[in-house]
């Protein structure tokens, strides 16, 4: 049975924002990490920003820089001053962004006005646009979170690769010290399928995951530990799915990173490794399904 998708549904997770001081350097490193070749390159004067995109499946991974001077370049330079870069926000994607304003305004999610993007790719001379609102942080645990609406004539397609390289984004990690919190907002709030909800005595961690479009939200929260409410959450890690485990950590080992021995997963059918270094300071694992 099929359903039509309401408009008033976040459909996906539309891309992920890694920040990062030297851009070339992290293009090259994610280039290696991911076994695939950026989808799109952009620079963008007025912003004093650059950024590459890699279409991943259905999410983007895209790598944010400064690029001379700039509004949103100087934040990201006392962002990236602070805290060094990394993963810093996330965009949902959805098909009709007035119908997602109204919704997400009556569940008091104070989103920002509708504004207009649009981008170049520096290579090929295409351009593409979407509509995109933001939801304001105070109610959003602290973690950066947009959505998009894509203009359907000017898409990025994922290419096909090879089983050793990543296929999809398999999860994204959110520690969060309230996960009451947590679950009102990804579930009732966003509207995102909470899938498993479990603690793990022995983890001394109560797991949340909820699924939106293909990917999933792993929500993780310390057992015992107070907190105050105005402690935010912070965006932690990914995790990048791989046909084959195998030669994926043979590919990413020989490029110089620095990995652990292949392991099993924590799901059951799953097995994982760590890469420990060049991430854009973004813990990451491979995982494979069986």
Same mark, same amino acid.
């Given at each position: 049975m099929?359903?039509?998708? *309401?408009?008033?549904?976040?459909?996906?997770?539309?891309?992920?924002?890694?920040?990062?001081?030297?851009?070339?350097?992290?293009?090259?490193?994610y280039?290696?990490?991911?076994?695939?070749?950026?989808?799109? %390159?952009?620079?963008?004067?007025?912003?004093?920003?650059?950024?590459?995109?890699?279409?991943?499946?259905? %999410?983007?991974?895209?790598?944010?820089?400064?690029?001379?001077?700039?509004?949103?370049?100087?934040?990201?330079?006392?962002?990236?001053?602070?805290?060094?870069?990394?993963?810093?926000?996330?965009?949902?994607?959805?098909?009709?962004?007035?119908?997602? $304003?109204?919704?997400?305004?009556?569940?008091?999610?104070?989103?920002?006005?509708?504004? $207009?993007?649009?981008?170049t790719?520096?290579?090929?001379?295409?351009?593409?646009?979407?509509?995109?609102?933001?939801?304001?942080?105070?109610?959003?645990?602290?973690?950066?979170?947009?959505?998009? =609406?894509?203009?359907?004539?000017?898409?990025?397609?994922?290419? $096909?690769?090879?089983?050793?390289?990543?296929?999809? #984004?398999? $999860?994204?990690?959110?520690?969060?010290?309230?996960?009451?919190?947590?679950?009102?907002?990804?579930?009732?709030?966003?509207?995102?399928?909470?899938?498993?909800?479990?603690?793990?005595?022995? #983890?001394?961690?109560?797991?949340?995951?909820?699924?939106?479009?293909?990917?999933?939200?792993?929500?993780? *929260?310390?057992?015992?530990?107070?907190?105050?409410? =105005?402690?935010?959450? *912070?965006?932690w890690? #990914?995790?990048?799915y791989?046909?084959?485990?195998?030669?994926?950590?043979?590919?990413?080992?020989?490029?110089?990173?620095n990995? %652990?021995?292949?392991?099993?997963?924590?799901?059951?059918? %799953? =097995?994982?490794?760590?890469?420990?270094?060049?991430?854009?300071?973004?813990?990451?694992?491979?995982?494979?399904?069986?």
């Amino acid at each position: 049975m099929f359903y039509a998708i *309401s408009g008033r549904m976040l459909t996906g997770l539309d891309h992920i924002v890694l920040i990062c001081n030297d851009l070339d350097v992290a293009t090259s490193n994610y280039k290696m990490l991911l076994g695939r070749e950026p989808d799109w %390159t952009a620079v963008t004067p007025d912003d004093g920003t650059a950024s590459v995109w890699f279409q991943i499946g259905e %999410t983007g991974l895209e790598l944010l820089g400064p690029e001379g001077d700039g509004p949103v370049g100087d934040k990201l330079k006392k962002m990236i001053a602070a805290g060094g870069g990394g993963l810093v926000s996330l965009a949902f994607s959805c098909v009709q962004i007035d119908e997602m $304003h109204t919704c997400f305004s009556k569940r008091g999610l104070v989103p920002s006005d509708i504004s $207009h993007g649009q981008s170049t790719d520096s290579a090929t001379g295409k351009t593409r646009s979407w509509k995109r609102l933001r939801l304001d942080t105070s109610q959003t645990g602290g973690v950066r979170q947009f959505v998009i =609406q894509n203009e359907k004539s000017t898409p990025i397609k994922s290419k $096909h690769y090879g089983d050793d390289s990543v296929q999809s #984004l398999d $999860h994204v990690v959110i520690n969060s010290l309230h996960p009451e919190r947590a679950a009102a907002l990804y579930g009732a709030r966003l509207g995102c399928d909470l899938r498993l909800d479990t603690e793990r005595v022995d #983890l001394a961690s109560r797991f949340l995951f909820f699924r939106v479009g293909t990917s999933t939200i792993e929500i993780v *929260s310390r057992l015992g530990v107070s907190a105050s409410t =105005q402690m935010n959450d *912070s965006l932690w890690g #990914l995790s990048w799915y791989v046909k084959n485990l195998d030669m994926a950590h043979k590919r990413v080992k020989k490029a110089g990173f620095n990995v %652990t021995d292949i392991r099993p997963g924590r799901k059951k059918g %799953t =097995q994982v490794f760590t890469v420990l270094d060049r991430t854009c300071n973004t813990p990451t694992l491979f995982i494979e399904r069986s």
